[in-house]
């Protein structure tokens, strides 16, 4: 299929590690499309050569301006384009939302094809809730802001799931047992990779294995959602205890509140008793 497709754009998810995941359709568009829109032609002319596929690539990145994006939706009017990113499905923390919101304002055919996705991928091996997740992206890099930004989840009733990076999982996990006290973790990494593990315990047990084992690759860090027992089954001067190690009774009580749902004030007088 050379140069076969109608004109317009085709979201194509590529693999997260492992080349095979690469679907039977994914590969049938990108022979099929007149031009690939890529992150960086490197990585994406490797995948390319390794399909047997020679392809106009065109560079669409995170840096992308309006002019960028206005070439490529001009080419779409008379020709097909496949949007792919380094790794993974498009738009998921990576590039193309203003291309694809433009592309459909102005009437552009837009398909996506189902493909590898590290989020989803880590959710359904995480052996975490699944009925309700919800997908948070990167944290933020600065402490106060990651910690607010964890604070805002607190009481999201789903698993929470997070992107992240081996240099900054230490970090992440000193803020969630902080602000998400009481939660089980699960950290996975290096995903349809040689490497592939998928560890789950509590911030404190995760921490200590990676600081004698320090993580390499690529890891999405997920959360438990807050417990759901009555309050009667839930052991509050545990939680508390471990919260009032970090901080002031009146935060601890907050973090305990958040994590938990039971009433501030109540929390914090018993924090005072056992300070
Ligand atoms: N669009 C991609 C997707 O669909 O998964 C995600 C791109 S985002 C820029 C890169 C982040 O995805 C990494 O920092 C990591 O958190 C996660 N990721 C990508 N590949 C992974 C893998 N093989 N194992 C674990 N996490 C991965």
């Keep these: 299929m050379e ?7 085709y979201i194509v998810a590529t693999p997260i590690g492992n080349l095979g995941d690469i679907t039977l359709r994914a590969v049938d568009v990108l022979r099929g499309v007149g031009a690939v829109a890529c992150e960086d032609t490197r990585v994406t002319g490797k995948l390319l050569h390794h399909l047997g596929i020679k392809k106009r690539m065109i560079r669409y990145d995170d840096h992308a301006g309006e002019g960028d994006r206005e070439r490529l939706l001009a080419l779409m009017e008379s020709e097909a384009v496949a949007l792919v990113s380094d790794a993974g499905t498009p738009l998921i923390s990576d590039p193309g939302y203003r291309l694809v919101r433009t592309a459909r304002e102005r009437g552009i055919a837009v398909t996506s094809l189902p ?3 590290a989020a989803v991928l880590a959710m359904t091996l995480s052996g975490l809730p699944n009925d309700r997740f919800l997908f948070a992206g990167f944290l933020p890099n600065k402490a ?11 009481g999201v009733p789903a698993t929470l799931v ?9 970090a992440a ?3 969630i047992a902080a602000v998400l006290p009481g939660r089980e973790v699960a950290v996975a ?8 593990e998928c560890r789950s315990g509590t911030p404190g047990e995760l921490a200590g294995h990676y600081a004698a084992h320090p993580p390499r690759g690529e890891i999405v860090l ?3 959602p807050p417990l759901e027992e009555p309050a009667g089954d839930i052991d509050v001067d545990a939680l508390l205890r471990t919260a009032l ?3 002031k009774p009146s935060q601890a009580a907050a973090q305990v509140a958040r994590a938990t749902g039971l009433d501030r004030k109540a929390l914090y007088a018993r924090a005072m008793e056992l300070k």
């Design 222 to 224: 997920l959360v438990a």
């Design 245 to 247: 190690a970090d901080a």
């Design 144 to 154: 106060k802001a990651r910690e607010e930004a964890l604070a805002e989840l607190a």
């Design 173 to 175: 996990l000193a803020a």
């Design 3 to 9: 140069h076969s497709l109608s004109p317009g754009l």
């Design 115 to 117: 493909g590898p996705n």
């Design 189 to 196: 990494r290096e995903l349809t990779k040689k490497f592939e």
């Design 162 to 170: 997070f992107y992240e990076t081996a240099p900054r999982l230490e």
